[in-house]
C-alpha cells in the first residue's frame, strides 16, 4: 500500500484538520466530533441543510459546506456510517429555528444512525426532516443496501436544495424540493481498478488488467457485471443508456449531466466521456442545459467514473444557478 498518511487509524481526523487550516474562512471543523461545519451557523430563520457518510468520497460531503450548500457535514470512517451522536451534534450546530433537512444517501448504516439522531434531536424540539437518495439505476439490493444505492444525485440534490434553504423557505418546501430531486435524477458507475481502504492495506477487489467493471459502487461493491476493457465511446453508452431508459427521458426535454471522477481519473479522461454523452443525448434530441465534470464523489484512488442526470425545470435551474461558495464547488460570488 503506497498512500500520504501517517497512520490508517489518523487519516479521518488529520484530513479534518487540514480542512480547517485550509478554509478557516468557510467552515469551522470539530476534530474530535469529526464534524465540518459552515462558519457562520446557525443561520437564524434558514432550514438547516446537513449530510454526512463514511470518509473516502472527498470532496463529498465535507467539501460542500458552506454558503449555499450544506451548513454542516458528518464524516465517519473510511467507507463508514458516521454514528447518531455526531449527526445530532451537527443537527444542534446548524438549527437556525427554522428546522433541519438531514440528506441520507440510502446505505443501511447511514439510514439506522440518522434515524436515531432525528429521533433525538426531535425530543429536544428541534424540527427535523429526512430524505433519502436513490438514484443508482446499476442495481436493485447491493452488500450496503436494501434498494438502490444513492450515489452521484446526492451532490446534485445539496447544491440544488441549499440554494433553495438560502432563501428562508420552510422546512417543508425545502424536503419536497429534495425529494424532486432525488426523483427526477438517476446514476450509474463503473471503475477501471480498484481502490484501498487505508485500515486494510490492499485492494478490496481484483481486476485483470483486461477487465472493467460495470455499475460498480463507491464502496468498490461489485456492480452489474465485469466485462472485458472497452473504449470510452462504449464504456459511456453502457453507462448512459440505462440511465436514460430508467429516467425515460423523452425529445426534447433538458438535463443536467454530471460526469463524475471515482478518485484515480484524470480529468482529460472525463472530458473524452461528456464528449460521448453529449453525443448520445443530442442523437435523442435531448439538451445538456447545465453540466458539472470533475471528480466531487470518490471513492478513494479508484479509476472509474460514474454519470449522472437529472430532469431540469426551470425550478431547479434557478436554484441550481444560485450562488454557492464552499472548499469544493462555488460560482455566483
Known amino acids: 500500500m503506497k498512500k500520504l498518511i501517517n497512520t490508517p487509524e489518523n487519516v479521518v481526523k488529520e484530513a479534518l484538520e487540514g480542512m480547517a487550516a485550509a478554509h478557516s474562512d468557510l467552515i469551522r471543523v470539530d476534530v474530535e466530533q469529526q464534524i465540518v461545519v459552515r462558519k457562520d451557523a446557525p443561520v437564524q430563520g434558514k432550514v438547516g441543510v446537513i449530510s454526512g457518510g463514511g470518509s473516502g468520497h472527498e470532496p463529498m460531503h465535507g467539501g ?28 444542534r450546530a446548524v438549527n437556525g429555528g ?25 425530543a429536544e424540539g428541534i424540527e427535523v426532516e429526512s430524505v433519502v437518495t436513490n438514484d443508482d439505476v446499476a442495481v436493485q439490493d447491493s452488500l ?4 438502490r444505492r444513492g450515489v452521484g ?13 438560502e432563501t428562508g423557505a420552510p422546512l417543508s418546501q425545502v424536503a419536497e424540493l429534495a425529494r424532486k430531486v432525488n426523483n427526477q435524477g438517476r446514476s450509474m458507475g463503473m471503475a477501471l481498478t480498484s481502490c484501498t481502504v487505508p485500515a486494510a492495506g490492499k485492494p478490496t477487489f481484483e481486476l485483470g488488467d483486461d477487465e472493467m467493471e460495470i455499475g460498480i459502487g463507491i464502496h468498490g461493491e461489485p456492480g452489474r457485471r465485469r466485462v472485458k476493457l472497452a473504449p470510452a465511446d462504449e464504456i459511456t453508452e453502457m453507462l448512459a443508456n440505462p440511465i436514460i431508459e430508467d429516467l425515460g427521458l423523452k425529445s426534447g426535454e433538458q438535463v443536467l449531466a454530471f460526469v463524475n471522477g471515482m478518485g484515480g481519473t484524470p480529468l482529460i479522461e472525463l472530458y473524452i466521456v461528456y464528449h460521448a454523452l453529449n453525443r448520445i443525448l443530442k442523437g435523442k434530441n435531448v ?25 431540469l425545470d ?13 472548499p469544493a464547488l462555488r460560482w455566483g460570488v
Open 64 to 91: 460542500f459546506v458552506g454558503r449555499g450548500m450544506l451548513d454542516a457535514a458528518c464524516p465517519g470512517a473510511v467507507f463508514t456510517s458516521p454514528v447518531p451522536d455526531q449527526m445530532l451534534e451537527a443537527t
Open 314 to 326: 426551470d425550478e431547479l435551474i434557478k436554484y441550481w444557478d444560485a450562488p454557492v461558495h464552499t
Open 153 to 165: 444525485v446526492t451532490v446534485l440534490l445539496e447544491k440544488i436544495v441549499g440554494g433553495l434553504a
Open 98 to 122: 427554522a428546522g433541519v433537512l438531514h440528506i441520507v444517501k440510502n446505505y443501511t448504516g447511514d439510514i439506522l444512525n440518522f434515524e436515531m439522531a432525528a429521533e433525538l434531536a426531535q
Open 144 to 147: 450496503y443496501t436494501a434498494g
Open 287 to 311: 439538451s445538456i442545459a447545465r453540466n458539472l465534470v470533475g471528480s466531487y464523489i470518490t471513492s478513494l484512488e479508484m479509476a472509474g467514473c460514474s454519470i449522472t442526470l437529472v430532469r
